[in-house]
């Protein structure tokens, strides 16, 4: 299980030959590959169903839901709760005209509140969000949000979250520019079980691989957990092994890693 941004997919968003290659006959040697990925269904479904063509679930929404793109359903899902609306609203207030929102609800990503870091990363995923009010969204359906912005006005809504008051939900930074807010308990080890579960393959060896802090969990889990050299100096810490950084084929090195065991 891989990790995409950061990890699988190369710093312009392209999964290399070698990889893909590798991948394919991991799978023909009987080998289970798949994704555990932060993006929700509309950005993840160009990767995984028309370049990767996988023929299992993936974990979606860091951990929040296990989805089917062969059946087009979720398999398990985690939904956040009431109080992430008020989240959102609360911290829109304290940095006013500072701060992107995106809710991504099942299959609809909506965007309440939006900068130019939002704006670059739906153009970037070449997604068309669900423009309306905050208090307009559906209720229900809410398996986590993302707060995009410059990493600086990042690191002070961490600071503002840590503080206190916004403990009713797991918090997680997946990338400079990006802070999520996840249903309680809930990360990629979380969905990475609930995926065993479902395929009854608690007696398969594990691997997992990633590269950001919202990757540590799964990584940690696995029975081999592997990071990139371009990852985080934490994550390296947490990983049994350590291969090529993304843009080299850290995929196809892991797999030929595996084969050797």
């Known amino acids: 299980m891989t990790d995409l941004d950061g990890t699988l997919l190369t710093d312009d968003k392209r999964i290399l030959d070698k990889d893909i290659s590798a991948i394919t006959r991991f799978r023909e040697g009987g080998g289970i590959f798949t994704a555990a990925t932060g993006r929700g269904y509309a950005m993840a479904r160009r990767i995984v169903e028309d370049v990767l ?16 793109f062969k059946q087009n359903k979720f398999l398990w899902q985690c939904e956040i709760g009431a109080m992430a609306r008020e989240y959102i609203r609360r911290l829109n207030a304290m940095f006013p005209q500072k701060l992107g929102f995106e809710v991504l609800h099942e299959q609809t990503v909506f965007v309440p509140f ?41 690191d002070e809504v961490q600071k503002t979250v840590e503080n206190g008051g916004f403990e009713e939900a797991q918090w997680v930074r997946s990338a400079p520019h ?38 540590t969990a799964m990584i940690q889990k696995a029975d081999l957990g592997v990071a990139v050299a371009s990852a985080q100096e934490s994550v390296k810490q947490a990983a049994d092994l350590i291969v090529c950084d993304n843009n080299s084929g850290a995929i196809a090195e892991i797999i030929d890693h595996i084969e050797k065991l």
């Open 53 to 68: 063509h996988l023929n299992v679930p993936s974990v979606l929404f860091n951990g929040a839901g296990v989805f089917d």
């Open 114 to 154: 939006i900068n130019q870091t939002e704006q670059e990363h739906l153009e970037m995923e070449s997604v068309i969000p669900d423009r309306r009010q905050l208090d307009d969204i559906p209720e229900s359906g809410w398996l986590k949000f993302v707060i995009a912005a410059e990493p600086s006005d990042l």
């Open 178 to 215: 990006y802070f999520e807010c996840l249903p309680r308990g809930v990360d990629k080890s979380r969905g990475f079980a609930e995926l065993i579960r479902i395929l009854g393959a608690e007696d398969r060896f594990s691997v997992a691989a990633g590269d950001y802090m919202n990757d």
